[in-house]
Each structure stands twice: as C-alpha cells, then as structure tokens.
C-alpha cells in the first residue's frame, strides 16, 4: 500500500523557473517529512524537512510548503539551476518509520 | 564527515551464485535499514534493524534474502541464489531512535547475469 503519493513523475523545467513537486500522505501520524535529493550514482541525502506544526520552511531556494488538513505537502525550488538536476523524493516519517514517495526525475535546462 | 559506508559498490554475479554486501552503520546509529532501488519500483524499504534486532523484514523475499547484523558496526545483506530480478541498487542507511531522519550510503549496484 503507497502511503507517500508524489507526483509528477518527472518534470523539465528552464533554467531560473520554478520547480513544483508535490506529495500527498495518507496517515495523519506522520509527524516528520524529508525531502531527499539524489544525484546519479549517489545515494539520497537529506535536502530539507518539516514538521507538521508549521505551513513552511525555506532553505535557501528551496521551500516545504505544508498543508496538514489536506494532508499535503510540496517542494518549491525558486530559481532552478541545471545543477539542481536529480532525483527528488518525499518522505513522511514517524520515529524512523520513513514511507518515501516514488520520486520525480528533475531535468533544469541551461 | 560521517558517512555510511557501503561494499562492494559495484558486483555482476552470473545468476544462481550467492552476493553478500555489507553496512559499515555510522558510529552510534541504533538503526539501520536496508532499501532496493529500481526504475520500475523506486525505493523499496527490504528490512530494518534496531539495535541490532530485526524490527520489519516484510519487504524481503524470504526464501533467498537474509539480512544480519553480527555486530554493531556491521550489517549484511545476502541474496542466495541470486537471480536476475535482483539486478538493483541497494542501500544501506542509518539513524538513531529520537532523531527524524536517517543517512544514506553510496549503494551497492548488482548485476546479475
């Protein structure tokens, strides 16, 4: 059972646009989302996380938004750069019990 | 920097043999989990382990996958006999109980031909 939904699957975007990736959860215990960052032949790494007391946390160019009672939430990066080019997954999480999302493959074009 | 450290990194094995990789955890990390990376399933958690025990092995196919952790400096996924189906990227990761997230390890790519 997918407990973590992320879409799109995959997304091109130009260099300095904005890229949207977004996630939707389906247990309300959750009380921990990550975003991973992965870059080819590495493994994921931690970019920024959030709990679900706050609507946002910004690192940077990179933005969680948070929306509890829809049980959503996304990943904004602002002025994308082809060096931001990865995979990105969501993850929720309660006391380690990490459900990830199935990734988007983020292409910046110069 | 501390870091997981996963070996081999890269293994073609023909089909039937057996593959071992193996999790060096970071330093006082209680909790460790094993993950299978392909295209077509994205990440699959296979089994974790807290304070060396076995906690969750469900994602695991029983019958040629064993996951151990004789001490507390080493994990170990077997895959006995391997198939080609097992061509993937594995992962190992590490955290510690209190703390929200975990560190990943560079992989361990299989072939298996």
């Known amino acids: 059972q997918q407990q973590v939904k992320q879409s799109p699957q995959s997304l091109i975007v130009q260099k300095g646009g904005i890229s949207i990736i977004n996630c939707a959860y389906e247990?309300?215990?959750?009380?921990?989302f990550p975003w991973y960052q992965q870059f080819p032949g590495k493994g994921p790494a931690l970019l920024i996380a959030?709990?679900?007391?706050?609507s946002e946390k910004k690192e940077g160019r990179f933005t969680i938004s948070f929306n509890k009672s829809a049980k959503q939430f996304s990943l904004h990066i602002m002025d994308s750069q082809p060096g931001d080019s990865a995979t990105y997954f969501c993850?929720?999480?309660?006391?380690?019990?990490?459900?990830f999302g199935a990734g988007t493959r983020l292409t910046v074009k110069p | 920097d501390a870091r997981v450290t996963q070996t081999p990194r890269h293994k073609v094995t023909e089909m039937g043999q057996e593959v071992t990789m193996r999790c060096q955890p970071i330093?006082?990390?209680?909790?460790v989990f094993w993950y299978r990376q392909t295209m077509m399933q994205g990440l699959e958690l296979l089994a974790y382990f807290r304070n060396r025990a076995p906690l969750d092995d469900s994602g695991m196919p029983k019958d040629r996958f064993s996951a151990e952790m004789p001490d507390a400096t080493l994990a170990t996924l077997k895959i006995q006999p391997s198939e080609p189906r097992d061509s993937a990227v594995y992962f190992c990761?590490?955290?510690?109980?209190?703390?929200?997230?975990?560190?990943f390890g560079s992989g361990t790519r299989l072939t298996v031909v």
């Open positions: 993850a929720a999480s309660l006391n380690l019990d990490m459900r």
């Open positions: 990761a590490s955290g510690l109980v209190g703390g929200t997230f975990y560190t």
């Open positions: 247990n309300t215990a959750f009380d921990y």
């Open positions: 330093l006082g990390h209680n909790t």
């Open positions: 959030i709990r679900p007391d706050v």
